[in-house]
């Protein structure tokens, strides 16, 4: 294992991953840290964890395992991986994480670059931009559990970390990775641990990665990634094969639990020409709607159709449940839902099942028991179809909720398997 990854959560890790199979970079995404001693076969291993949203102790605790596992697997280069929309709060977790990363792996210094100008996000000046909006006038300010309030991500990871946070302009990385190298051992000279650099552009991602070749830890969203497999291949390390899995054949479900302006489009696109249930929070909440009823009515479905279940909402709606129902209590039960109906459709032979949201995609790998997952086709930008092992073979797709197409439900279902 050439490059280890730690990714803060589920579709992340997936994202990350198709960048670097796209790469060339045989890649393996794994569930959690694995356990035991085994050493795999691959040129790249995504940790997939769940702690984009947590206490940040043990977002760090998490972490550390996961890049100490790596680490014993023989990866010298490591990538924290998270949202291009930089989700987290003032309190957390990425840059606590980060900082404790850089103790463990002994890197001077770490980039920071959540930039992934294929779905809009760029970074000028060190400030984050969503299509043609500041970060924190795209929507995610309304963000039901990482509300980002402010654009400038060198003032939020200060408010986050210990350390000093330098930056690199984008005309200095526009100057080639000879002079870009040389601007961030200039920021760690003046004892800045972690420095943000602007991008734009793929090529400026490009560059980046080839400037980052000898840095020990890397931080980004999955666009850091675009110049990596590169350097590898440069110093001959790289076999050229990609890994190929079983093709899922079977029946396919959505679920759906973001409620981000992406997702809302997606779910009501699917809606014009598949059925939907919608879970009510007071209906979770009070055990009215159970998996064993959202069950029975996905069952109950045509199969020329794509049922989609979600909690999909806007965002004042999210809001007022929350203040009612109590917002860790409703995220948790509506998680614990969607996971206990993924189990049951998957064990009644369902074998296609498309997750929307990072949070859900989580809670339905975890409840799934799934220990890793081979990277497919590209089914939207930073999305792959993935296929797993659970008595047999199982596709999925697991979305960010910013991420995909409004037709992103139906096309998902067809690259993942077939009927």
């Given at each position: 294992?050439?490059?280890?990854?730690?990714a803060?959560?589920f579709?992340?890790?997936?994202d990350?991953a198709?960048?670097?199979a796209?790469?060339g970079?045989?890649?393996?995404?794994?569930?959690g840290v694995?356990?035991?001693?085994?050493?795999?076969?691959?040129?790249?291993?995504?940790?997939?964890?769940?702690?984009?949203?947590?206490?940040?102790?043990?977002?760090?605790?998490?972490?550390?395992?996961?890049?100490d596992?790596?680490?014993?697997?023989?990866?010298?280069?490591f990538?924290?991986?998270?949202c291009?929309?930089?989700?987290s709060?003032?309190?957390?977790?990425?840059?606590?994480v980060a900082?404790?990363?850089?103790?463990?792996?002994?890197?001077?210094?770490?980039?920071?670059?959540?930039?992934?100008?294929?779905?809009?996000?760029?970074?000028?000046?060190?400030?984050?931009?969503v299509?043609?909006?500041?970060?924190?006038?795209?929507?995610?300010?309304?963000?039901?559990?990482?509300p980002?309030?402010?654009?400038?991500?060198?003032?939020?990871?200060?408010r986050?970390?210990?350390g000093?946070?330098?930056?690199?302009?984008?005309?200095?990385?526009?100057?080639?990775?000879?002079?870009?190298?040389?601007?961030?051992?200039?920021r760690?000279?003046?004892?800045?641990r972690?420095v943000?650099?602007d991008?734009?552009d793929?090529?400026d991602?490009?560059?980046?990665?080839?400037a980052?070749?000898?840095?020990?830890?890397i931080?980004?969203?999955?666009?850091?990634?675009?110049?990596?497999?590169a350097?590898?291949?440069?110093?001959?390390?790289?076999?050229?094969?990609r890994?190929?899995?079983?093709?899922?054949?079977?029946?396919?479900?959505?679920?759906?639990?973001?409620?981000?302006?992406a997702?809302?489009?997606?779910?009501?696109?699917?809606?014009?020409?598949?059925?939907g249930?919608?879970?009510?929070?007071?209906?979770?909440m009070?055990g009215?709607?159970?998996?064993?009823?959202?069950a029975?009515?996905?069952?109950?479905?045509?199969?020329?159709?794509?049922?989609?279940?979600?909690?999909?909402?806007?965002?004042?709606?999210?809001?007022?449940?929350?203040?009612?129902?109590?917002?860790?209590?409703?995220a948790?039960?509506?998680?614990?839902?969607?996971?206990?109906?993924?189990?049951?459709l998957a064990?009644?032979?369902?074998?296609?099942?498309?997750v929307?949201?990072?949070?859900?995609?989580?809670?339905?790998?975890?409840?799934l028991g799934?220990?890793?997952?081979?990277?497919?086709?590209?089914?939207?930008?930073g999305?792959?179809?993935?296929?797993a092992?659970?008595?047999?073979?199982?596709?999925?797709?697991l979305k960010?909720?910013n991420?995909?197409?409004?037709?992103?439900?139906?096309?998902?279902?067809?690259?993942?398997g077939?009927?």
């Amino acid at each position: 294992m050439l490059l280890g990854a730690i990714a803060d959560d589920f579709t992340g890790a997936s994202d990350l991953a198709n960048t670097l199979a796209k790469g060339g970079m045989a890649t393996t995404q794994f569930v959690g840290v694995p356990t035991g001693s085994e050493r795999y076969d691959c040129e790249a291993g995504v940790v997939s964890l769940k702690t984009r949203s947590i206490a940040p102790d043990e977002a760090v605790r998490q972490s550390l395992a996961a890049v100490d596992w790596l680490e014993a697997q023989g990866c010298e280069q490591f990538l924290f991986k998270y949202c291009s929309t930089f989700d987290s709060t003032p309190q957390g977790n990425i840059g606590p994480v980060a900082e404790a990363l850089l103790e463990r792996t002994g890197a001077g210094m770490a980039a920071v670059c959540p930039a992934f100008p294929a779905t809009g996000r760029r970074l000028f000046m060190g400030h984050l931009f969503v299509g043609d909006r500041l970060l924190s006038e795209s929507g995610m300010e309304n963000h039901p559990l990482t509300p980002m309030t402010d654009p400038d991500i060198r003032r939020w990871l200060r408010r986050q970390t210990k350390g000093e946070v330098g930056s690199v302009a984008l005309d200095v990385v526009r100057a080639g990775p000879q002079a870009l190298a040389e601007a961030f051992e200039a920021r760690r000279k003046e004892g800045c641990r972690l420095v943000v650099a602007d991008a734009v552009d793929d090529e400026d991602l490009k560059i980046l990665g080839k400037a980052l070749a000898g840095l020990r830890l890397i931080t980004g969203g999955s666009g850091i990634a675009l110049g990596l497999p590169a350097n590898f291949r440069d110093a001959g390390l790289l076999s050229g094969a990609r890994s190929s899995g079983a093709v899922a054949a079977g029946p396919v479900v959505a679920l759906c639990g973001s409620c981000s302006a992406a997702s809302q489009r997606q779910v009501a696109a699917h809606l014009s020409s598949h059925p939907g249930l919608a879970l009510d929070p007071e209906a979770v909440m009070s055990g009215t709607m159970t998996a064993d009823k959202a069950a029975s009515w996905v069952m109950e479905q045509h199969t020329d159709f794509i049922p989609i279940v979600y909690s999909t909402v806007n965002p004042a709606a999210v809001a007022r449940a929350q203040r009612e129902l109590g917002r860790e209590k409703l995220a948790a039960g509506i998680e614990a839902l969607f996971a206990d109906l993924a189990c049951r459709l998957a064990d009644a032979g369902f074998r296609r099942i498309v997750v929307g949201g990072g949070e859900t995609s989580g809670a339905v790998v975890e409840a799934l028991g799934l220990s890793s997952m081979v990277v497919g086709d590209e089914i939207d930008p930073g999305v792959p179809a993935l296929v797993a092992e659970r008595d047999g073979a199982l596709g999925l797709a697991l979305k960010s909720g910013n991420f995909g197409a409004d037709d992103f439900f139906a096309k998902a279902a067809g690259l993942i398997g077939r009927p």
